[in-house]
């Protein structure tokens, strides 16, 4: 049996002789048979970096000098000659670097190795130039050009270019967290997280901005972050030929062209455009807050959040508007500020058509016609659409404020106190161009408007009707799903409207609110009222 053989195939010369190319040719005759299962040690010492790879060094029978030296143009006939030969331009580098000794089984692995040590990367791409010490990593690279992505998640229908990226990503769908940190019990999806959130604990931020001194736990932020002086923004949607600074915002922002959202919660089914959306989301319902301010107490599910909010107590705006001078505490405010002046709404309902300058308002919105009211009263139950709604509802259960001293009632805020006088003042502020109709309300002009254009914008999904307002639409669904949450407490008679309530409980009081000033008959209903009149005109 062939005992293992060391091979160290050396390229002593530094320039162009016959003595090199003929010690080289007899190293390959004699090496012509098979590498398998064969020990190859590599012995390169960096301070020397004599040995070369074979297959750099292959026969050029034209003996034509291809390879040129970037550095001072000398030529040669043989790549690894011109390898050897640059790196005597560069011999201060690799001066501190130590033997190898790594051994390998496989001679195409060796080879490899070498490359590294070498530096050597001969496989280029035809498309961008950019070059790779390994085919098989120029193979992976060359499917960013062709747009190949082979590997598809059943679960969503994302594709990736690599099979590594799908198994990473299937573990948003699995929640599978392997990578646990020993500081405070914290898991996560990927490695390069948990590497990142663990500069957390130290405090690290290695990466520095030369304008303006801010730094960071990554290089590619800092790369991002710049771009925000530099003002380049790469990646621009072709359906409406907005621009952004990452190609992951591109990415999300092309979801509310298609409407698509991939990351769906798994405990109320409410779906997401990205992870880190679902993520925050979660935080609702496991009522994580691990981010609490020195100053206040207060705590938040992000870390942005609490970033923010200290800008509260610094008064820090950095975000200013060049148009009118305003300063915002976050980029993302001075960004919806900013389609003010420019007038632009890129968030438009599909039902009705309407259209929002930020997606939460789009959000919002589409809650009138999904009759959807996440936001609870943990005192009387009742829901609604925003979580503004319900802050300002609870006040009804503590104290209030602000009273009227026409009538006595009290208000929690001052500008309910002020449209109630208007009231007793017979003030109506927003009139009709129309038809000159005046109102106490803005809200309350806008809904007339749609009479004199004849929009109905809340259409019955089950008869097709459609109403002016989304309160007229909730009350006409009741017809359908036969709901009357009115209930008399005298005789448990129910009603599927508040004022049908309010009529029948006059039977059991006797109350008759509506008089007539001609002979002073009192009536139920103000309708009635109206048609008695009629008898003495």
């Known amino acids: 049996m062939r005992k293992p053989i060391s091979h160290n ?225 790469p990646y621009e949607c072709k359906e409406c030929g907005k621009a952004f600074i990452l190609g992951s915002h591109l990415t999300y922002h092309q979801r509310v062209h298609t409407g698509e959202k991939p990351y769906r919660c798994k405990e109320c089914g409410k779906a ?12 609702i319902h496991t009522g994580e807050k691990p981010y609490e301010c020195k100053e206040c107490g207060k705590a938040f599910s992000r870390g942005s959040q609490l970033t923010y909010h200290l800008r509260v107590h610094t008064g820090e705006r950095p975000y200013k508007c060049k148009e009118c001078g305003k300063a915002f505490i976050s980029n993302s405010n001075l960004t919806q500020h900013q389609r003010i002046h420019t007038g632009e709404k890129p968030y438009k309902c599909k039902e009705c058509g309407k259209a929002f300058i930020c997606g939460k308002q ?18 009387c139950g009742k829901t609604f659409i925003r979580g503004a709604y319900l802050t300002q509802h609870e006040k009804i259960h503590g104290e209030k404020h602000y009273e009227c001293k026409e009538c006595g009632k009290t208000f929690f805020r001052t500008t309910q106190l002020t449209y109630h006088q208007r009231i007793h003042t017979g003030e109506k502020p927003y009139k009709c161009k129309e038809c000159d109709k005046a109102f106490i309300y803005g809200s309350q002009l806008s809904e007339h408007q749609r009479i004199h254009r004849g929009e109905k914008p809340y259409e019955c999904k089950q008869c097709g009707k459609a109403f002016i307002r989304g309160s007229h639409l909730t009350e006409h669904l009741r017809t359908h799903n036969g709901e009357k949450p009115y209930e008399c407490k005298e005789c448990g008679k129910a009603f599927s409207r508040g004022s049908e309530l309010t009529l029948h409980q006059r039977i059991h009081t006797g109350e008759q609110s509506y008089a007539c000033i001609q002979c002073g008959k009192d009536f139920r209903r103000h309708s009635q009222l109206i048609q008695h009149m009629r008898l003495h005109n």
């Open 9 to 233: 195939l050396e390229c002593n010369d530094l320039g162009e002789n016959t003595e090199c190319k003929g010690k080289f040719e007899d190293q390959q005759r004699s090496q012509e048979r098979p590498y398998m299962h064969m020990k190859i040690t590599c012995k390169e010492e960096a301070t020397q970096s004599h040995s070369m790879s074979p297959i750099l060094h292959q026969i050029n029978p034209t003996k034509e000098k291809l390879y040129k030296c970037k550095e001072c143009k000398q030529a040669f006939s043989y790549l690894s000659c011109l390898i050897q030969h640059e790196k005597s331009h560069n011999k201060e580098k690799h001066s501190d670097v130590k033997k190898c000794r790594k051994i390998f089984s496989k001679k195409p692995t060796y080879i490899q190795h070498q490359r590294i040590q070498n530096g050597e990367k001969p496989y280029e791409c035809m498309e961008c130039g950019k070059a790779f010490g390994r085919s098989s990593d120029l193979i992976q690279h060359q499917k960013i050009h062709t747009n190949e992505k082979p590997y598809q998640c059943k679960a969503c229908g994302k594709a990736f270019i690599r099979g590594s990226q799908l198994t990473e990503h299937q573990r948003v769908h699995t929640g599978e967290k392997p990578y646990e940190c020993k500081k405070c019990g914290k898991a996560f999806s990927y490695c390069s997280q948990y590497t990142l959130h663990q500069r957390i604990h130290s405090g690290e931020k290695p990466y520095e901005c030369k304008e303006c001194g801010k730094a960071f736990i990554l290089g590619s932020q800092l790369t991002y972050h710049q771009r925000i002086h530099s003002g380049e923004k």
């Open 272 to 283: 997401f455009l990205c992870a880190s959306q679902l993520n925050e989301h979660q935080k």
């Open 362 to 379: 789009l959000s919002e919105h589409q809650r009138i016609h999904t009759g959807e009211k996440p936001f609870e009263c943990k005192e």
